[in-house]
């Protein structure tokens, strides 16, 4: 992916500039659910997506940054959009660093959820020069549309239909 320059690396080569974009969804929770990240740089747009059976919203927005920042092969100036504050105060307001200092552990001393999507998201994080930008879901804002209609035919593709015994047989 190429794009624009915004910045320098840590050994002075140019950084090339890229928006990420996130969301993740979920019928119940859990329940069925889907993430979608879109990486844009200049004119160059590609697309992920995936989802799981049994999983959390909470879950999804973490796996679409991820999958969206495990996706650049080099260190690169990134603008996460995401419309989870949740995601993104882990970072802007400390908690990450509050909960790795604590093993782990909340404020209240109970286990952090999904620190296994956190430990990652913290490293792909700081693989690259990041900027976190928060919009409201559902606000006509293009590309942020566009990760939630991927996320969402995602949840459905995953929901698991169960038939009564005998329907669709004709009998």
């Known amino acids: 992916m190429t794009g624009s320059v915004r910045g320098m690396g840590d050994d002075g080569a140019a950084m090339v500039s890229v928006d990420l974009w996130t969301d993740g969804a979920?019928?119940?929770?859990?329940?069925?659910?889907?993430?979608?990240?879109?990486?844009?740089?200049?004119?160059?747009?590609?697309?992920?997506?995936?989802?799981?059976?049994?999983?959390?919203?909470n879950r999804m927005e973490l796996t679409a940054v991820i999958e969206g920042l495990a996706a650049l092969r080099r260190r690169c100036a990134v603008t996460?959009?995401?419309?989870?504050?949740?995601?993104?105060?882990?970072?802007?307001?400390?908690?990450l660093e509050t909960w790795k200092r604590?093993?782990?552990?909340?404020?209240?001393?109970?286990?952090?959820?999904?620190?296994?999507l956190w430990e990652r998201l913290?490293?792909?994080?700081?693989?690259?020069?990041?900027?976190w930008r928060w919009h409201k879901g559902h606000s006509n804002i293009e590309l942020n549309e566009r990760c939630d209609l991927l996320a969402c035919v995602q949840?459905?593709?995953?929901?698991?239909?169960i038939e009564a015994p005998g329907a669709g047989t004709g009998r």
């Open 155 to 161: 949840r459905d593709a995953h929901r698991v239909v």
């Open 80 to 95: 996460v959009n995401v419309d989870s504050t949740y995601v993104m105060r882990a970072f802007t307001d400390g908690w």
């Open 122 to 131: 913290d490293l792909l994080v700081g693989s690259h020069q990041v900027r």
């Open 102 to 116: 604590r093993g782990w552990k909340t404020a209240a001393g109970k286990p952090v959820k999904n620190p296994d």
């Open 26 to 57: 979920c019928a119940g929770n859990p329940g069925p659910g889907g993430w979608a990240a879109i990486l844009q740089s200049n004119d160059h747009v590609r697309e992920l997506c995936g989802g799981a059976r049994e999983t959390t919203n």
